[in-house]
């Protein structure tokens, strides 16, 4: 079964930047989009950055001009680069995967998470 890896979290000073990275375990025949959401301790999930399979890509407000979401030509990795990060940045940040099956079937999938903590 497909499986989402995350990895590049971790504890950060404001101002500084790291890079998330989504991989799957398993093959998917094709992605439709992918994205970061993020929750934060006692927030709802939000939609932090979204690209599609074209590679049109979409932010929310409050990332735009700081945070780049982009992946490659052969659908290897995803990531997501983070920039000027903030402490109300920080979340837990989960990939999120739209796609079909081989047969057509549409498939989503959800990453485990991996911790974002923005403080001095």
């Known amino acids: 079964q497909v499986q989402l890896v995350e990895s590049g979290g971790g504890l950060v000073q404001p101002g500084g930047s790291l890079r998330l990275s989504c991989v799957a375990s398993?093959?998917?025949?094709?992605?439709?989009?992918m994205g970061w959401y993020r929750q934060a301790p006692g927030k709802q999930r939000e939609l932090v950055a979204a690209?599609?399979?074209?590679?049109?890509?979409s932010y929310a407000d409050s990332v735009k001009g700081r945070f780049t979401i982009s992946r490659d030509n052969a659908k290897s990795p995803v990531y997501l680069q983070m920039n000027s990060l903030k402490p109300e940045d920080t979340a837990v940040y989960y990939c999120?995967?739209?796609?079909?099956?081989?047969?057509?079937?549409?498939?989503?999938?959800w990453g485990q998470g991996a911790q974002v903590t923005v403080s001095s």
């Open positions: 398993g093959s998917i025949f094709r992605i439709n989009a």
């Open positions: 999120h995967v739209e796609g079909a099956s081989l047969y057509g079937r549409p498939q989503e999938y």
């Open positions: 690209i599609t399979g074209g590679g049109s890509t």
